[in-house]
């Protein structure tokens, strides 16, 4: 048998002569998952490792290698029934505890668990490394180190930290030690969930903590996290559980920085502004109080960098007032600054959505709650991570753009830069308004029955029952139909009796209960009005204002500002746009990429005075970097900016378009441009 050294297999390593296999980390959360599971389908196990289903067969094929040299168990597959393993009751106990210490002596067998490996090893050690001592750690060689120490190094710029190295010196990290225990704090973040201490309390639990008791102590943790409750309870606040996991992490590498000698030397911020807040004081018990309990003497600076963290963190009420309890919005009770600040916000990020959100108050009161933590977050550099961005840019990337305009305001009002997190989190009250307001536009039904109000009521309660779609308006009577459809302008008319009146909206009559054969006539002209919402984007918009002078097909760029100065270029000499185009485009990448998913990316910029917006496609003969990601595929726009309606029309139909997986395959298979229009102009599945 063959092994080679690749990320997604077993690897070998040779320790004291013998030969030993071990197990991936992925490969271990496999058999974790099988243990605790039972069963489960393939596709739910892949989802759950966030890899292939081709990699978890591989994997199990692997993983059945592994166990038989100790085990008579096996990992089986069989279709229309699940992934299992076979195994006996004693071996089981003896797997799980092989597993755990593992867990717990791991040795890094891809690059990127030597990166987080190597990343932790330097933020952990006081002095210095050598690549000679992490090479003989991981059992490979130099070259591979220094390969791994780029990737690490990359992912210290971002937290402002760089790895100072030096030939027959070592390696170590240069960095303010906010910086460093931010970095830390990121870490331990990714690992993190919570669990049911024996009282029925929450408490934090981080994964593998064997591995990271050189970060914190598993002991001043639960001290911590004691002192936090009480602290909630006293006040009558809560964190939610971001907040909650963040602060508890943030103190417990704080205590352990101070007790080898890495603690706060120097205060960079306002003391007299820290100590009038509330947070100050409730920081100082927290501080004081952990101090008594492990009998250590914390200094003061700690008290200052921890009232910034509760000043900066999410509350599920406001600090002692519960003023967000009622479900008006009491204006007096809040700071009026963040309600302005959030109206200016939704403003902005409605006119770029063309959605009306003003009206939303649940969104005005999330905004503001969520705006004045974010604000000293970002005042203070707090990185809070953020763990389903790549998910919203994904998802909900128009509404994402939106936050970044909207977030514009904050960074004028403040003077300060917006994290990619940080608009992450305000894109999602954003969406969250969206999807309320997606609610209430559902299918609408206005009831007539005359059968009295305890049937109607039956009635309409049944309804909403079987059609949760169903948005039911109100009872008529039948002499007040028509001022009642002027009044509301329902989809659909449900009757227990016979209308006649003249109207294009379908009328159903039913029984006052509800028999199974009416059921399905509703549920059909649901369906009706459903597609013939969804058929609504036939991408008329986008063919409009595609120009064929401006569809490159197989052409071939050596960079991302190369490709975008080429059709900068073209437009310009079409008189489409000006001398700042190019600089409009570049600008907006780097207020964040437009890079979307599966190697298409949708660069665009604002040109003043233009009578149309302009889209450009452009299919590469072979893809170019495109911050990080492979791109081949690019659909450029130079946006009327006043056009606002068109706009967000022509964004729709091209997301519709993205999300149609059929088409982009074809279109990346186009050859000419009456092939590209007539691949985007057909229906959907043609």
């Known amino acids: 048998m063959k092994y080679k050294f690749l990320d997604d297999i077993l690897l070998i390593v040779r320790k004291g002569g013998a030969i030993i296999l071990v197990l991936s980390e992925r490969q271990r959360k496999i058999l974790e998952i099988l243990l605790n599971e039972k069963l489960i389908t393939s596709k739910a196990l892949s989802n759950k490792i966030n890899y292939s289903s081709k990699t978890v067969r591989k994997d199990i094929k692997e993983i059945n290698e592994w166990l038989e040299n100790s085990y008579s168990a096996k990992i089986k597959m069989k279709s229309g029934v699940g992934v299992f393993i076979e195994i006996s009751k004693n071996e089981e106990k003896l797997l799980i505890d092989e597993i755990e210490f593992e867990n717990n002596n791991i040795i890094p067998s891809t690059k990127k668990e030597r990166v987080k490996y190597i990343i932790k090893k330097l933020l952990q050690v006081k002095n210095k490394l050598t690549t000679k001592s992490l090479a003989k750690e991981l059992y490979v060689s130099k070259t591979t180190i220094n390969n791994d120490l ?57 994964d593998n903590l064997d591995q990271i008791r050189e970060i914190i102590d598993e002991f001043d943790l639960k001290i911590i996290e004691d002192i936090i409750r009480k602290k909630q ?22 205590l352990k920085r101070v007790k080898t000698g890495r603690g706060i030397k120097k205060l ?41 963290h509760i000043l900066g963190a999410k509350v599920i009420n406001d600090l002692g007032n519960n003023i967000f309890s009622s479900k008006k919005l009491d204006e007096n009770n809040l700071e009026k600054k963040w309600l302005k600040l959030s109206r200016r916000m939704i403003i902005k990020a409605e006119n770029f959505l063309n959605i009306n959100l003003k009206n939303d108050e649940e969104l005005l009161k999330s905004l503001s709650i969520h705006l ?75 009831l007539v029955c005359s059968t009295g109000k305890g049937s109607s009521k039956l009635l309409s309660i049944k309804l909403k029952n079987k059609f949760k779609n169903l948005n039911v308006l109100d009872n008529s009577s039948i002499y007040d139909l028509k001022r009642k459809i002027e009044l509301f302008n329902p989809d659909l008319i449900i009757t227990t009796i016979s209308i006649d009146i003249e109207t294009n909206i379908p009328i159903i009559q039913v ?14 002209e649901l369906d009706l009005i459903n597609n013939n919402e969804l058929n609504d984007i036939n991408f008329s918009c986008l063919l409009e204002n595609l120009h064929d002078d401006l569809i490159f097909i ?59 917006t302009i889209i450009s496609f452009c299919k590469l003969k072979e893809p170019i970097i495109w911050e990080k990601n492979k791109v081949d595929l690019i659909l450029l726009f130079a946006i009327n900016i006043s056009d606002q309606e068109n706009i967000n029309k ?37």
């Open 372 to 446: 004045r933590s974010a604000t000293n977050r970002l005042k203070h550099n707090m990185n809070l991570f953020n763990p389903i961005l790549k998910e919203i840019k994904k998802e909900y990337s128009i509404t994402y753009e939106s936050a970044e305009i909207a977030s514009l305001i904050l960074e004028n009002e403040f003077n300060i830069e917006t994290s990619k997190d940080e608009i992450g989190f305000i894109a999602m009250h954003f969406q969250a308004a969206i999807e309320r307001k997606k609610v209430r536009n559902n299918p609408t039904a206005l």
């Open 554 to 612: 197989n052409y071939e760029f050596d960079t991302r500002d190369k490709l975008l100065g080429f059709i900068s270029d073209k437009m310009k000499d079409m008189d489409y746009v000006g001398d700042n185009f190019y600089k409009s485009l570049t600008e907006r990448e780097e207020l964040a990429s437009t890079y979307i998913d599966d190697g298409i990316s949708i660069p665009h910029g604002i040109v003043e005075g233009l009578d149309e």
């Open 150 to 206: 780029q990737e690490a190094e990359e992912w210290f710029k971002q937290h402002n930290i760089s790895i100072e190295k030096k030939p027959n010196w070592g390696i170590k990290l240069n960095g303010k030690e906010k910086d460093l225990r931010y970095a830390l704090s990121h870490i331990l973040s990714k690992s993190k969930s919570f669990i049911l201490d024996e009282n029925g309390s929450e408490r934090l639990y981080i």
């Open 511 to 524: 029984n006052p209960i509800l028999l199974s054969n009416q059921e399905n006539k509703i549920k059909n």
């Open 233 to 254: 309870e006293k006040y009558k606040f809560k964190f939610t559980d971001e907040a909650y996991s963040a602060l508890v992490i943030h103190i417990a590498i704080a």
């Open 650 to 686: 022509i964004f729709e139909e091209v997301y519709s378009l993205i999300n149609d997986k059929k088409k982009i395959n074809r279109l990346k298979k186009a050859k000419t441009k009456k092939e590209i229009t007539s691949i985007i102009s057909k229906e959907k599945g043609e």
């Open 268 to 308: 960079e911020l306002d003391i007299d502004d820290l100590k009038t807040k509330k947070e100050f004081k409730i920081s100082k018990e927290i501080i004081k109080e952990i101090g008594k309990k492990i009998n250590f003497d914390i200094p003061d600076a700690e008290i200052y960098y921890v009232s910034l």
